[in-house]
């Protein structure tokens, strides 16, 4: 199989503070992962695609100094949401796309819920 | 620009069967995805096209017309647990993944 875990799951933090989301692949390597972010009833809005070892692509109009991605390894990406603001109130989706294969599927790790007080 | 179209929202009956569809225009063709997606969840992976014609898979199947910039989803005997939004998903040439916004299948029993 491909698994792809997040972490955390849930987190609720106050107005102005930093939060990390990481993102893993757990049983294949991923020299590129994603990150998404999906308000309530919308679809996926891609907020970057991650390379692992250079910088990340950002989507037009999302602020890279905000939303800041680091790709260290194969198998781990993270997200760290600078002073957060309950506009930043999101389910915050990864995904990780599998190289090998007949056609390179993304497979989506559990999402993070967000909630910024 | 680039825009992918499917219905809102769908009401079907346990047991029955049900199409959703999706339409696409995009820059660039390299595959078409379904996507599950129960709320509060992450999605998951349904079924994938890249050729003109059917893919079956159980009691899944999505088509594919690639002239028509179209595709279906197929559902068959239904379950309450196949409520959910269903997303259509084009990868354009820079093999970026473009998405519906998601059709949302409620099952009645």
Sequence with gaps: GAVVSQHPSRVICKSGTSVKIECRSLDFQATTMFWYRQFPKKSLMLMATSNEGSKATYEQGVEKDKFLINHASLTLSTLTVTSAHPEDNSFYICSARKTSGDYNEQFFGPGTRLTVL | ?109
Excluded at chain 2, 90 to 95: A, C, G, L, M, P
């Design chain 2, 1 to 109: 620009g680039q825009n992918i179209d499917q219905p809102t929202e769908m009401t079907a009956t346990e047991g029955a069967i049900v199409q959703i569809n999706c339409t696409y225009q995009t820059s660039g063709f390299n595959g078409l995805f379904w996507y599950q997606q129960h709320a509060g969840e992450a999605p998951t992976f349904l079924s994938y096209n890249v050729l003109d014609g059917l893919e079956e898979k159980g009691r899944f199947s999505s088509f594919l017309s690639r002239s028509k910039g179209y595709s279906y989803l197929l559902l068959k005997e239904l379950q309450m647990k196949d409520s959910a939004s269903y997303l259509c998903a084009v990868r354009d040439s820079n093999y970026q993944l473009i998405w519906g916004a998601g059709t949302k299948l409620i099952i009645k029993p």
